[in-house]
């Protein structure tokens, strides 16, 4: 039986009620889960606010927050190296996706356009 995919987005929540790809994962405001069947349809959508938000070191305890939704994918905008090594070790494969508007993000997500995690060139091992 092929099993159904699920991918986390992290959302920041920009003026005018636009959600983009969070620049920075440990600020975030929520997460949006999709579930995608085999032939690429979402078949469930569910939001989850970010508890740490904010909070010093946040980013860091975010990969045992979402391991709890059964993610197989998280989508940022940046994630630090050590965030993303501790997503590795939960089996959740991460990809960044800067600057992009949430749903484009899942458009070419669902397309397999959107696969590359690249290092976080901000404040790597530094908490703001």
């Known amino acids: 039986m092929i099993m159904n995919h699920r991918v986390a987005i992290a959302i920041e929540e920009c003026s005018g009620n ?30 989850y606010f970010n508890p740490l938000s904010g909070h010093h070191g946040g980013q860091c305890q975010l990969p045992g927050y979402i391991k709890q939704f059964d993610v197989n994918t998280i989508i940022a905008g940046g994630i630090e190296s050590e965030a993303a090594a501790d997503f590795h070790q939960y089996g959740i494969a991460v990809i960044t996706a800067p600057g992009l508007k949430y749903e ?3 458009k070419l997500f669902l397309a397999n356009k959107l696969t590359n995690y690249e290092k976080y060139a901000g404040h790597d091992n530094h908490h703001n």
């Open 18 to 47: 636009v959600d983009i790809v969070a620049r920075h994962l440990g600020r975030c405001t929520k997460f949006v889960v999709c579930e995608i069947n085999p032939d690429k349809e979402i078949v469930i959508k569910e939001t």
């Open 104 to 106: 484009e993000a899942l």
